[in-house]
């Protein structure tokens, strides 16, 4: 069976995360309070539900982390985190053959769509990857971050797919891979090391081993 629609996990995905740690160092050594603070507010948030204004409870818990008010905390993520997130990225060159992948999924008449646990801000732009996409969802926007399976059945939506005629595209295996398994998606896993007994249906480290897996899956 053809996929209808390829989405795409974007940090680690899209570009290596090795380049992005190493990019981040400076950054993490000029706050780590913050970022390990944040870093165990984005690992605790995942286990909290209902959420009702996700943006109000990530930075409140990021306060009691860090011993600050909430407007602080919520000023330290939109003008720190997020910020050096994105311009992090403009020394971090995208993976080869990303874009061309993409662009040959899309001549194939598959739909093709982003879902990052991140804002996207500028990040595309800054890899070249702009003005390619059906679909870009934003997780902390639908309310709840990966593994949970709104965001998955929020670029579902956006691409007019249903969950079995659609891949998607992870590097982190708990989070991508069994997220959008647990909805029904097919998957494949962006990584060096594939899980032994892997649930994904393909792992890659080279865009061109997807876009063929895929591609001569097509006119199967
Ligand atoms: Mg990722």
Do not use: C
């Not at 097919?186 to 997807?210: E, G, I, Q, W």
């Amino acid at each position: 069976m053809p996929f209808r629609a390829v989405a795409f996990d974007v940090d680690g995905t899209l570009y290596p995360n090795a380049a992005l740690y190493l990019a981040s160092v400076p950054f993490f050594l000029s706050r780590p309070r913050l970022m390990l603070g944040f870093r165990r507010v984005r690992r605790a948030i995942r286990r909290v539900r209902p959420i009702e204004d996700f943006y109000d409870l990530q930075a409140r818990m990021l306060a009691q982390e860090l011993g600050v008010d909430t407007e602080e905390a919520r000023r330290a993520i939109n003008r720190r985190i997020y910020v050096a997130a994105e311009r992090v990225l403009s020394v971090v060159p995208r993976f080869p053959h990303v874009r061309e992948t993409v662009e040959r999924f899309r001549a194939a008449g598959m739909k093709v769509g982003l879902l990052s646990d991140f804002p996207l801000g500028d990040k595309l732009s800054r890899l070249g990857l702009e003005g390619l996409w059906d679909a870009r969802v934003e997780a902390e926007q639908v309310g709840y971050l990966k593994p949970h399976p709104e965001p998955f059945r929020a670029v579902l939506e956006a691409l007019g797919s249903e969950a079995g005629e659609t891949l998607y595209v992870g590097n982190n295996y708990g989070y991508d891979i069994l997220g959008a398994g647990a909805v029904g998606m097919h998957t494949a896993h962006v990584t060096t090391r594939p899980h032994r007994n892997s649930r994904a249906d393909m792992s890659f480290f080279r865009y061109r081993k997807l876009a063929s897996w895929i591609l001569e899956r097509e006119i199967r």
